[in-house]
C-alpha cells in the first residue's frame, strides 16, 4: 500500500531554514506528480508546492514562492521542501502528499503521509 512518511521539521526563528523530506513507498513513484500542504492550527489544509513526475516543473503557492523550494529524487523515492527566509505564520503541520490529479498545476491529493510540525518562532 501507499505510505508516505515525512522528517525534517522542527523549531526555528523568523529568518532561519528548515528542510523537510518524505519517503514514499507501495507505488511507482515516478507515475505521480507530488505536493507538499500545510495545515495551521484552526484552518484548513492549504497547497503550497507541486512538482511534476520528471522533477524538472515545480510550482508554488504565492505565500511562499522564492523562499521554498520542493524536489524529488526519483532513484530514491525521495520527496524534497527546502524552506529559508521562514517567517511566523508558516508555522503549521507540514504534509507531503501523492497528487492523484491537479488543478491548475495544485496537487490534489490522493494519499497523505502523517505530517512534520513546523515552528517560526518571532
Known amino acids: 500500500q501507499v505510505r508516505l512518511v515525512e522528517s525534517g521539521g522542527g523549531s526555528v526563528q523568523t529568518g532561519g531554514s528548515l528542510s523537510l523530506a518524505c519517503a514514499a513507498s507501495?507505488?511507482?513513484?515516478?507515475?505521480?506528480?507530488m505536493g507538499w500542504f500545510r495545515q495551521a492550527p484552526g484552518k484548513e489544509r492549504d497547497w503550497v508546492a507541486t512538482?511534476?513526475?520528471?522533477?524538472?516543473?515545480?510550482y508554488y503557492a504565492d505565500s511562499v514562492k522564492g523562499r521554498f523550494t520542493i524536489s524529488r529524487d526519483n532513484a530514491n523515492n525521495m520527496l524534497y521542501l527546502q524552506m529559508s527566509n521562514l517567517k511566523p505564520e508558516d508555522t503549521a503541520m507540514y504534509y507531503c502528499?501523492?497528487?492523484?490529479?491537479?488543478?491548475?498545476?495544485?496537487?490534489?491529493?490522493?494519499?497523505w503521509g502523517q505530517g512534520t510540525q513546523v515552528t517560526v518562532s518571532s
Open positions: 507501495g507505488y511507482t513513484y515516478t507515475s505521480y506528480w
Open positions: 512538482v511534476k513526475s520528471d522533477g524538472v516543473l515545480t
Open positions: 502528499a501523492r497528487c492523484g490529479y491537479s488543478v491548475r498545476n495544485r496537487c490534489v491529493g490522493d494519499n
